[in-house]
């Protein structure tokens, strides 16, 4: 199994950007498809971002489609989701997560792997 850590949130104004990181460490000859999720306080967590196991793929909500770039860094082990033009309702604790087998999904449950999160706050 892989480990994931997040880091890179914080607070930031409307209209501003934040890159956040997922280092991942443990099993990591195997490939993972990895994505991006998050969660706000009394909401269920919900995806934001997906990149296939080759990198070659990715996937956004609708939602954050035009302002949210996911990448991938194999040699590094990490994954990145660059935020621009923040809005409030984008405020949420996001979390990596990783998937072993293949296959595009979008729901929280079809991970194996997920990292503690990592607090972004827009204020407007």
């Known amino acids: 199994q892989v480990q994931l850590v997040e880091s890179g949130g914080g607070l930031v104004q409307a209209g501003g950007s934040l890159r956040l990181s997922c280092a991942a460490s443990?099993?990591?000859?195997?490939?993972?498809?990895m994505g991006w999720f998050r969660q706000a306080p009394g909401k269920e967590r919900e995806f934001v971002a997906l990149i296939s196991r080759s990198g070659g793929s990715t996937f956004y909500a609708d939602s954050v489609k035009g302002r949210f770039t996911i990448s991938g860094d194999n040699a590094k082990n990490t994954v990145y989701l660059r935020m621009n033009s923040l809005k409030p309702e984008d405020t949420a604790i996001y979390y990596c997560?990783?998937?072993?087998?293949?296959?595009?999904?979008?729901?929280?449950?079809?991970?194996?792997?997920w990292g503690q999160g990592t607090q972004v706050t827009v204020s407007s």
């Open positions: 997560a990783a998937r072993l087998l293949g296959g595009i999904y979008y729901t929280p449950r079809s991970y194996d792997s």
């Open positions: 443990g099993s990591t000859s195997s490939r993972y498809n």
